[in-house]
């Protein structure tokens, strides 16, 4: 496609249920960044990948959180155990290689109640 | 200390007007610089890259570099009131892109 996708745009879900958040990079781009933006804030480094393996996941806040990438392109974000302190936009972004310019994906609006 | 510092803001500026807006960083060996402007509700949007010391111009919008002092700016001339937005400053450090808190901007007709 011609930017970064991402899915659902929206979720609402249940303390304690587990979210699958989904992004789709442009194409052809090996960085992939997930990033948490709260209210007021800048967006909050999550986990890089640069190809299909996971480079840095020093920002994942405890392990309730996990993100793949298997084949090197779309990246699936993970979160178990969901708790409302987890509501937030997640964000995707994805760049052609490491310090090159990342273009970011519409978000995913998480609510957990 | 935060890796990224922008000033808080908010900056209320008429239109026409120049906007300047700074961000400091803490790594020396930080290598590209970026700004991204997001208007409420929506994701960020790339807006200018500047990687060596200098000014680039792009348009109405300036990016200053200057390593040794570890500072960047952007200057946002004539302004008009869709520039209104949240602008944040990023940093990389080989591939870890980190941000500031972001400036909010207000261009008052």
């Known amino acids: 496609g011609a930017g970064v996708s991402q899915t659902p745009s929206n979720k609402v879900t249940e303390k304690g249920k587990y979210v699958e958040l989904r992004c789709d990079p442009i194409s052809g781009h090996t960085a992939l960044y997930w990033y948490r933006q709260s209210l007021g804030q800048g967006p909050e480094f999550l986990i890089y990948f640069q190809g299909t393996g996971a480079a840095d996941d020093s920002g994942l806040p405890n392990d309730r959180f996990f993100a793949v990438r298997p084949e090197g392109s779309v990246s699936t974000l993970k979160i178990q155990r969901t708790e409302r302190g987890d509501s937030a936009v997640y964000l995707c972004?994805?760049?052609?290689?490491?310090?090159?310019?990342?273009?970011f994906g519409q978000g995913t609006r998480l609510t957990v109640v | 200390q935060k890796e990224v510092e922008q000033n808080s803001g908010p900056l209320s500026v008429p239109e026409g007007a120049i906007a300047s807006l700074n961000c400091t960083y803490s790594?020396?060996?930080?290598?590209?610089f970026f700004w991204y402007r997001q208007y409420s509700g929506k994701s960020p949007e790339l807006i200018m890259s500047i990687y060596s010391n200098g000014d680039k111009e792009d348009g109405r919008f300036t990016a200053q570099l200057n390593k040794a002092s570890q500072y960047v700016s952007l200057l946002i001339r004539d302004s008009q009131p869709s520039d209104s937005a949240t602008y944040l400053c990023a940093v990389t450090n080989d591939y870890k892109l980190s941000f500031g808190a972001g400036t909010t901007v207000t261009v008052r007709a």
């Open positions: 972004a994805s760049a052609g290689d490491r310090n090159t310019e990342a273009f």
């Open positions: 790594d020396r060996v930080s290598q590209s």
